[in-house]
């Protein structure tokens, strides 16, 4: 960064670059556009920043984010209470609700387990995902593993499994496969065996 800058200008950079998949430049970019902008602009965005914490309050429940606790998936008396949706991020709830394939209920992990980085059961919100079953008791009847297809996501689902593994409730895994305009041809030989292992009739 140049030290011809103004340090308001250059602590401004360095604050953007800290952000995940903002490089240098692109901090560059953004900081300078922010410079060209009108006063009322930029209040916006420092009010939308500021209120990010204010407003905004994670789910007793299910740790998914809201206005209000608990959060509006949980309070809505339409979805059904019986079965139980394991994401790892916020995200991952809003990508479900965009299929409209889901009505029932959801619980973020906020992560998922990585020894290598250090993040284990404790890190994540697996506790209050078990007392939540548990205090649940005949409500909950199946538990949807949705995390992601990788060898943290899959760790994850096997070590939930392995603990409600004495419980009377359904643990299923979301099927995985070849993505919608894939070719096999291109497939890697994990997702193809998972492909061909869980096909259906047509």
């Known amino acids: 960064m140049s030290i011809f800058l ?24 953004l900081a300078m556009y922010l410079l060209h902008s009108p006063d009322s602009k930029i209040k916006e965005l420092g009010e939308s920043v500021f209120n990010l914490k204010q407003n905004v309050v994670f789910c007793e429940n299910c740790w998914n984010i809201g206005e209000s606790n ?5 309070s809505d ?17 809003v990508a479900i609700e965009k299929t409209r394939e889901f009505s029932g209920l959801y619980h973020v992990l906020h992560g998922a387990l990585s020894p290598v980085d250090g993040i284990g059961p404790d890190q994540l919100k697996l506790g209050s995902l078990f007392k ?16 992601n297809p990788s060898l943290e996501g ?20 979301i099927a995985r496969g070849l993505p919608v305009g894939g070719d096999v041809e ?10 061909i292992s869980g096909r259906s009739a047509l």
């Open 6 to 29: 103004p340090k308001s200008i250059r602590t401004l950079i360095e604050e953007f670059a800290k952000l995940p998949g903002i490089g240098p430049k692109s901090a560059q970019r």
């Open 70 to 74: 608990p959060c509006a998936f949980c």
């Open 77 to 93: 008396e339409q979805r059904d209470k019986s079965v139980i949706c394991v994401v790892e991020e916020v995200l991952d709830v």
């Open 132 to 147: 939540r079953i548990e205090e649940g008791d005949q409500e909950v009847r199946e538990i949807i593993i949705a995390t």
């Open 154 to 173: 899959e760790a994850t689902a096997l070590y939930i499994q392995k603990q409600l593994l004495n419980s009377s409730i359904n643990i299923t895994r």
């Open 186 to 195: 291109y497939a890697d030989e994990v997702t193809l065996s998972r492909a």
